[in-house]
């Protein structure tokens, strides 16, 4: 009957076996030492893989619905994450600033960091400006009369108007082929 010992040396052995076979590029010599600091979350690692990959899908919606995310964007979102983790705490941890660029560089490649242009101030001299106005005042009185939050307004043509991003930015996203442009309100209006 084989012992305790010669039970869990076998289990670390298929372990380790296991490992090597989901990993083929993997150096024998930390296998050769246990296992148990090959599971272990990197410490430079802040997040877990889970929550690295809900920012993935919480981008796939929000660039699927036309509104790519910014660099911005997803730090915020990403920091919010790594916030509920801690519910409570009176200094919440944060990434650190270089966080998403590292974190951009190990998506997958159909992911492209793109500028995101906004709408050249010639073409929309060309736009009629009691027009325009007429048209957010109808705005206005739709969202005071139907209560809409700032939280629900998206993205309302195919143009990428988006409201509170007025200057050239970096987005995120797998539609790399289309073009992404976008307009400043203040400035569509001739307010600024």
Do not use: C
Request: hydrophobic share 30%.
């Amino acid at each position: 009957m084989p012992s305790e010992k010669y039970k869990e040396e076998e289990n670390r052995i298929s372990e380790a076996l296991e490992i090597l076979r989901k990993n083929p590029g993997q150096k024998i010599k930390p296998l050769a030492r246990g296992t148990s600091q090959l599971n272990r979350r990197p410490t430079h690692k802040r997040l877990t893989e889970d929550q690295e990959r809900a920012i993935i899908l919480w981008m796939n919606d929000l660039d699927d619905r036309g509104i790519p995310p910014t660099v911005r964007m997803i730090k915020n979102y990403a920091d919010k994450v790594l916030q509920n983790m801690h519910p409570g705490a009176d200094n919440p941890p944060q990434l650190g600033d270089r966080w998403v660029y590292r974190f951009l560089k190990r998506l997958p490649k159909e992911y492209v960091k793109m500028k995101q242009k906004t709408i050249d101030p010639k073409r929309h001299l060309a736009e009629d400006p009691s027009f325009i106005q007429a048209w957010f005042d109808r705005l206005e009185t739709a969202i005071e009369r139907y209560k809409i939050t700032p939280s629900n307004i998206w993205n309302f043509d195919k143009s990428g108007f988006q409201i509170g991003q007025g200057g050239d930015e970096e987005v995120v996203t797998r539609y790399h082929g289309t073009t992404a442009i976008q307009v400043d309100v203040g400035t569509a209006l001739g307010l600024a």
